[in-house]
Structures are given as C-alpha cells and as structure tokens.
C-alpha cells in the first residue's frame, strides 16, 4: 500500500493479506489440549500482518505526532517543556528500573534515601515541610489536598463548614475537586486587573468556610498581587488555603507558596519538574503541607531514623491514595532534574520561563489583543480573537487549526472562561529566541491572512493529515468501533 505523508495512516487491519503472519512460534514442548467447544469461534477478526507492516505502520502513527522534542508546545495552563535526557538516563538504572515494591526495605535504601531527599527538597521548593509522593497526577493531588483539609476540620470537631471557595479563573480541576470532597463550590469573581476579588472574597468568606482553591499565578498569567490578604481573609475565617501548584514553573526558586499564606498545595512533577505527561506519562501530583497539616498526609511516606530509611504512616493520615509509593520512576525523574539545577540555579527556571513569555506578549499584543497587556505576565499569557471575529467572521479554533498548518501545536484556546475567544499561549522556559520569533512570526501571518483571505483560516487545516472535521456530527454521531 502506498502511504502519502500527509494522508491519513489506514487502521492496522486495512493492512497486511490473508495468511500473512509476524512471528514464527517454535514447536509446542508441552502436551496439546483441545479448547473447550463452547470458547471456540468459526470467524475471528484479526490483522494478519508482517513484522515488517507492524513496524512501518506504528513508525509513521509515531511521526505524524507533535512532541516537545519537535519544536515549541505553547499548551497554556500545562506547562509542556522539554524533558532533559540525563533523567531517562537514571530510571534506567538497575537499582530504579528493578527494583520492586514488595522488596525488604534493607534491600531498598537507596531507592527511599532518594524519596526522602526528594520529600524534603519538594518542602523547601513549597515552604511547606510536610511531603507526601503518593499521588498520581496534579487533579489526585488535588483531591489529596482538600480531603486533608476536610480531615483538619473534622479533627477540630468542626463539622459546619461545607463552603469551598474557587475563583472564577481556576482550573476546572477545582471545583470538580471540591465537589468530589462532597462540599459545595462557590465561585469568587475576578478583579479588573485579573486578580481574585477580595471585596466579594470577604463577603464570602465566613465560618462555613471550608477553604480557598487559588492558582498563583492564575490562569491569566498573572502573579496574584493580593494573596496574602486573600490568604488572612480566609484564616480569619477559620478556613485554609490550598494552592493549585499547576502553575509553579512561574515562580519556583523565587518566591515559596508557604511564605505566602497557602496551608496545603500539590506540585505536578510532570510540569515543573519534567517528567513527561501526556501520553508519555505516568505523571505525579506531590501534596505538601504545613508542619501541623503532616499528620493527616497519605502514607506511607518515608522518614529517617539515624541512617536508616523506613516507611511510616502519619499519625492521622486519611489512608492511602495510590498503591504502594506512587509513580516512583516519575520521581526519580523529578529528583534528577531538581538536582541537576541545584539550589542556586533552581530560580532559573522560573526567571526563563516568565522572560520568554513576555517577550512573546510584546510581539503579539499589538496584534491580537490582550486583556491584561498592561500588566508584565508570569509563565504565560492570554490573547483574545475576539476583534478577529467581529470583522473578519474568524474565531479562535479557526486560528488554531491554522498554526498547525505552520507546523505547531496549537495553543490552549477557550480557557480560562473569563476570556472570549480567549487564545492562552505558555512558551515555557526552553525556548531559543529564535524559534520564539518564528512561533510569533506564524501567529502575525496568520493574523494576516484573517484579515486578506479569511476563508482560508476558516477552512484549516490544509496540510494535517485529519483537516477540519465535524465537531457537531462527531459529538452526536461518534463511530467508536471498527467496522470493516
């Protein structure tokens, strides 16, 4: 069969003929026993294929992928950097790759020397002491964190507070958080300058107050001017603060989420800290706390004792939220990669990451507009194709379908809601100047051509294998099966 680059690849059973098979199995050594009859089927569907079909077929799925290792990946809100190979380098190692859970912890100490000091590093990065790596992922952590807070109240005897509050520019994970924990969520407006509002913050904030979700910086790009007072608003009340760690690679190194006001808070491992997520997962969602918060923590986690290593569950803990240690290669990934900068260099990360988000800003807000332009951003930012709509009848998803036809990923779009048409670009710190330019340089034509030949942005994309399809019939009339 020929293959035509930018055609869609055919499903593996299109391929391959009758009789054709990919392995050779040597002769059985055992006796052979017949299938009960009632398991046996006259017509069993299967690819019939070389080893040869196998390999060319998954190696073109393989590069008609993006990735971070092919160019920039402005995903907002999810901080998609590039992964340093020194950290695939040590989960290959026997001592990580080997080793396994039920092993004697003597046998182990090495493995749990690096989950303690990862523990610790993850406190001192937070300003919260206390450390968990049980969970999985950002939104598991999430729910890790409120169910902590949920378990602090009931400790107090505390039982009428069921008022979670959430500000209207969070991510969705917050609310759906809050309402797993089995509270109810109230949403808190934003401020003209995209901060949370911190007059309907007070008039909010009371003694059923469970707590506050917040994101700093927020899904505006943008550093929380007031999150100390808003912090004070809602201890005053009684209540503690979680933070959103999704959004950390703005400021890690330089400012601590703990000095801040934030009681509970997770880090995803998987953005900050480069473990690859997305379909090169595992990710991993890391809880810290305050030192009196460590009591109700997940187990177990490690803890030393002389120069013994050793799990513990903390005195309180809510139980365990993942089986055994949580993605512990996913760890071993974030460890290398928090070593390999090290203490003085940490800051780094954050100070690169929000510099080229606001070159980007410059070169694009005069252009497409940009709600809060006025204001420096953090690691990111948000545009609006709201202008590109009114007089050129071109919308935002128009506009990403188009730079995939550039050869990018599109950016975040429609997200945070606050923002019409919102457009929401996060470069991420390894990005060469150049190839910022050239990302620039993409969105400005294309902003372009929405003025000159609109129809042309509409109809995007030109060059993807899959072009433009029908979001309307693929909601309401999905083929989830094969049918050949």
């Known amino acids: ?29 055992v006796p052979t026993t017949e299938l009960p009859s009632h ?24 590069q008609k992928n993006y990735c971070v290792d092919l160019g920039i990946y402005p995903l907002g809100s999810c901080t998609m950097k590039y992964n340093p190979k020194i950290n695939e380098e040590a989960v290959k190692l026997r001592g990580f790759a080997q080793v396994h859970p039920y092993q004697n912890v003597d046998d182990v100490q090495g493995a749990l020397e690096l989950l303690y000091e990862l523990q610790q590093m993850l406190g001192e990065i937070s300003g919260l ?14 729910l890790t964190g409120v169910l902590v807070i949920r378990a602090y109240h009931l400790a107090r005897k505390d039982t009428k507070r069921r008022k979670v509050l959430v500000p209207d520019s969070s991510h969705g994970t917050n609310p759906a958080t ?20 911190l007059d309907e913050l007070r008039k909010l904030a009371d003694a059923e107050t469970v707590g506050l979700m917040i994101t700093n910086p927020n899904t505006l790009g943008l550093f929380e001017e007031n999150i100390q007072e808003a912090c004070q608003i809602v201890h005053d009340a009684g209540g503690l603060v979680y933070g959103d760690g999704a959004n950390l690679n703005a400021i890690v190194g330089v400012a601590r989420p703990g000095d801040l006001g934030i009681d509970v808070m997770h880090s995803n491992l998987h953005k900050t800290f480069s473990v690859p997520h997305g379909g090169g997962g595992p990710g991993a969602g890391a809880v810290m706390v305050r030192q ?26 809510i139980g365990r939220v993942k089986s055994f240690y949580g993605n512990f290669l996913a ?64 919308h935002t998803l128009d506009i990403a379908k188009r730079i995939e036809d550039y050869g990018y990923y599109p950016p975040t779009i429609y997200f945070p809601l ?29 902003a372009e051509e929405a003025r000159t030949n609109p129809e042309l942005v509409k109809q995007a994309p030109h060059t993807a294998p899959v072009t433009r399809l029908d979001d309307v019939k693929a909601a309401r009339d999905p083929v989830l099966c094969y049918k050949g």
Do not use: W
């Open 331 to 394: 760890l071993v990934r974030a460890y290398v990669y928090i070593r390999a900068f090290g203490k003085e260099h940490i800051a780094e990360i954050a100070e690169n990451a929000v510099l080229n988000a606001n070159y980007l800003l410059a070169k694009l807000k005069d252009t497409y507009s940009a709600p809060f332009g006025n204001r420096p951003c953090k690691h990111e930012f948000v545009l609006t194709g709201t202008p590109f709509v009114e007089q050129y009848g071109v």
């Open 418 to 446: 606050i923002v019409p048409e919102c457009i929401m670009i996060e470069p991420t710190e390894t990005q060469s100047k150049e190839s910022l330019d050239e990302f620039a340089d993409a969105l400005l034509k294309i």
């Open 1 to 29: 069969m020929s293959i035509v680059a930018n055609k869609p690849e055919p499903i593996i059973y299109e391929l391959g003929a009758i009789g054709r098979t990919g392995t050779a199995l040597p002769e059985c050594d």
């Open 129 to 142: 002491p206390g450390a968990t790596l049980q969970p999985a992922a950002g939104a598991q952590g999430e």
């Open 292 to 317: 009196d918060l460590a009591q109700f923590l997940p187990g177990p986690i490690v803890v030393k004792k002389g120069k013994r290593y050793e799990f513990a569950m903390p005195k309180k803990s």
């Open 178 to 197: 809050g309402s797993m924990t089995g509270f109810e969520i109230v949403h808190v407006k934003s401020d003209s300058r995209g901060n949370i509002d």
């Open 39 to 62: 398991l046996l089927r006259d017509e069993l569907k299967l690819p019939e294929v070389s080893e040869v079909d196998v390999v060319r077929h998954f190696t073109r799925l393989s």
